[in-house]
Nanobody, 116 residues
Framework: VQLQASGGGFVQAGGSLRLSCAAS????????VGWYRQAPGNQRELVAV???????NYADSVKGRFTISRDNAKNMVYLQMNSLKPEDTAVYYC???????????WGQGTQVTISS
């Protein structure tokens, strides 16, 4: 499984961004796709995840502001981020759990910077 993330950028607080993750390869084996983020000096943390049945889960810090979705026909997963805050500034990574046994696949990061 290969993952290609895009859509990061620089916006002011209160703004919006949409991240995209394109999956290719053995996509039939994907169990779940998620977005993680890592700010300088912090550990990588889960932001949102969507499983093969469309069930979603979010970090408390982004609930009500971020929405994860998937387009199976296009092999894409999106993260719509609204009401952005400076503390959302981080490198965002696309992740897929796939295969048997399950394995974590990572895309390259995309920088999101929110100014106050």
């Amino acid at each position: 499984v290969q993952l290609q993330a895009s859509g990061g950028g620089f916006v002011q607080a209160g703004g919006s961004l949409r991240l995209s993750c394109a999956a290719s390869g053995s996509i039939f084996s994907i169990n779940a796709v998620g977005w993680y983020r890592q700010a300088p000096g912090n550990q990588r943390e889960l932001v949102a995840v969507i499983n093969s049945r469309g069930r979603t889960n979010y970090a408390d810090s982004v609930k009500g502001r971020f929405t994860i979705s998937r387009d199976n026909a296009k092999n894409m997963v999106y993260l719509q981020m609204n009401s952005l805050k400076p503390e959302d500034t981080a490198v965002y990574y696309c992740n897929a759990v796939a295969g048997d046994p399950l394995y974590n696949y990572w895309g390259q990061g995309t920088q999101v910077t929110i100014s106050s």
